[in-house]
């Protein structure tokens, strides 16, 4: 068995069971960052932002908007409205309300959206089904909790664009803050075989899953014909940090102490139900992707580390919300905070089920192989 291991370079270490690090003690995920980052270079220096601008103006010429663009409340989505809105374009903004969203977020969208005079459009749950569907994967044991939101970000897009005919959706998804995610941590966003599994074993199937947005393979083959979907964070030269001071300055944005903490949900599933329950710290990817973009150093990043990822003199009053919300008992949220942990591979799911089995098996009876 492996003993401890951080890399020399970044911050991940053997909490990912699948890293795995060379002689000099430097891990898999800095190279794959390091690789992603000279890509995104190489594309940043080719992108012409007016060119660009011109392109989604002309596809929505005559089109209440020319493109959507999802907003979180977070820095990286505020940043791209404000980006967008620069350029002379013409978006609806569109958020998602899981029921989640600290009142700092709802402030910060809304403090925003008017300065800009850009229009939102709320997609808003059904409460007691999204609810249901998130206490089954918190009982599935998976970490893969927030499957449930992310999953349906990609459906409510296209929808969205779909009605107001934009052939543009842009986001804020970035590989300078993003380009670390160990694939154990999580998995399975795009696998509505997977969602569909672990909510038939643990949701309220006298209710169903009746108006989730879900897409299913032949959906997202549409979805990526029909609209370009595009990470504009990735094309310009982004800097975090300055992003922040730049919204709070002009936007009256205000900070949340973390990466994605504009939700109760996320934050309380990346502070205490990952790291408690799994062992894994997100912070770690978060501050490795920063350092692999040379936006952060490693001995910063060690200095966060040495703080807990939860505040102990807050937190029971964090777990109270989240069984008040979830509508559990404590004996059931610590039952299943001490079950063994459990994996995608653990649950139906498309990549095991029995079709993908024999489409497996035989493309490699008839030489569909690697070597090839
Ligand atoms: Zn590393």
């Given at each position: 068995m492996m003993g401890?291991?951080?890399?020399?370079?970044?911050?991940?270490?053997?909490?990912?069971?699948?890293?795995?690090?060379?002689?000099?003690?430097?891990?898999?995920?800095?190279?794959?960052?390091?690789?992603?980052?000279?890509?995104?270079?190489?594309?940043?220096?080719?992108?012409?932002?007016?060119?660009?601008?011109?392109?989604?103006?002309t596809a929505g010429k005559g089109k209440k908007y020319d493109c959507i663009v999802g907003i979180s409340g977070g820095v990286d989505s505020c940043y791209v409205m404000y980006l967008v809105?620069?350029?002379?374009?013409?978006?609806?903004?569109?958020?998602?309300?899981?029921?989640?969203?600290?009142?700092?977020?709802?402030?910060?969208?809304?403090?925003?959206?008017?300065?800009?005079?850009?229009?939102?459009?709320?997609?808003?749950?059904?409460?007691?089904?999204?609810?249901?569907?998130?206490?089954?994967?918190?009982?599935?044991?998976?970490?893969?909790?927030?499957?449930?939101?992310?999953?349906?970000?990609?459906?409510?897009?296209?929808?969205?664009?779909?009605?107001?005919?934009?052939?543009?959706?842009?986001?804020?998804?970035?590989?300078a803050s993003e380009s670390i995610l160990p694939h154990s941590w999580s998995q399975g966003h795009f696998d509505w075989h997977y969602i569909r599994s672990v909510y038939k074993m643990y949701g309220d199937n006298s209710h169903g899953l009746k108006s989730f947005p879900y897409f299913s393979r032949p959906d997202y083959d549409y979805f990526t014909r029909k609209f370009i979907w595009f990470d504009i964070l990735d094309y310009i030269d982004y800097n975090k940090e300055n992003a922040k001071k730049f919204l709070q300055e002009n936007y009256e944005w205000r900070d949340y102490g973390g990466k994605h903490y504009e939700s109760f949900y996320t934050r309380f599933y990346q502070t205490y139900i990952l790291p408690v329950k799994f062992g894994y710290d997100k912070r770690r990817m978060h501050l490795s992707s920063l350092i692999a973009a040379g936006q952060m150093s490693r001995s910063e990043a060690l200095e966060v580390l040495k703080t807990p990822p939860y505040d102990d003199s807050t937190i029971e009053r964090d777990i109270e919300y989240f069984l008040e919300k979830m509508q559990i008992t404590r004996e059931e949220f610590d039952k299943i905070m001490s079950s063994k942990p459990l994996h995608y591979e653990d649950y139906p799911n498309n990549e095991n089920d029995l079709t993908g089995k024999i489409i497996k098996k035989l493309s490699k009876m008839f030489g569909g192989g690697n070597d090839q």
């Amino acid at each position: 068995m492996m003993g401890y291991q951080i890399c020399s370079c970044c911050v991940m270490d053997t909490s990912d069971p699948d890293i795995i690090f060379d002689d000099q003690g430097v891990c898999n995920h800095c190279k794959g960052a390091k690789k992603k980052l000279r890509k995104i270079e190489v594309q940043r220096r080719n992108f012409d932002i007016d060119a660009f601008s011109a392109k989604v103006k002309t596809a929505g010429k005559g089109k209440k908007y020319d493109c959507i663009v999802g907003i979180s409340g977070g820095v990286d989505s505020c940043y791209v409205m404000y980006l967008v809105k620069k350029m002379g374009l013409r978006p609806l903004a569109v958020h998602i309300d899981n029921g989640w969203d600290s009142e700092l977020a709802v402030q910060n969208i809304k403090n925003l959206l008017e300065k800009l005079e850009i229009d939102l459009y709320t997609y808003v749950v059904d409460w007691q089904e999204f609810r249901s569907l998130q206490l089954a994967f918190f009982r599935a044991s998976t970490p893969d909790c927030e499957i449930p939101t992310d999953h349906m970000i990609f459906p409510v897009m296209g929808m969205m664009a779909h009605k107001y005919k934009c052939k543009y959706i842009i986001m804020g998804h970035n590989n300078a803050s993003e380009s670390i995610l160990p694939h154990s941590w999580s998995q399975g966003h795009f696998d509505w075989h997977y969602i569909r599994s672990v909510y038939k074993m643990y949701g309220d199937n006298s209710h169903g899953l009746k108006s989730f947005p879900y897409f299913s393979r032949p959906d997202y083959d549409y979805f990526t014909r029909k609209f370009i979907w595009f990470d504009i964070l990735d094309y310009i030269d982004y800097n975090k940090e300055n992003a922040k001071k730049f919204l709070q300055e002009n936007y009256e944005w205000r900070d949340y102490g973390g990466k994605h903490y504009e939700s109760f949900y996320t934050r309380f599933y990346q502070t205490y139900i990952l790291p408690v329950k799994f062992g894994y710290d997100k912070r770690r990817m978060h501050l490795s992707s920063l350092i692999a973009a040379g936006q952060m150093s490693r001995s910063e990043a060690l200095e966060v580390l040495k703080t807990p990822p939860y505040d102990d003199s807050t937190i029971e009053r964090d777990i109270e919300y989240f069984l008040e919300k979830m509508q559990i008992t404590r004996e059931e949220f610590d039952k299943i905070m001490s079950s063994k942990p459990l994996h995608y591979e653990d649950y139906p799911n498309n990549e095991n089920d029995l079709t993908g089995k024999i489409i497996k098996k035989l493309s490699k009876m008839f030489g569909g192989g690697n070597d090839q």
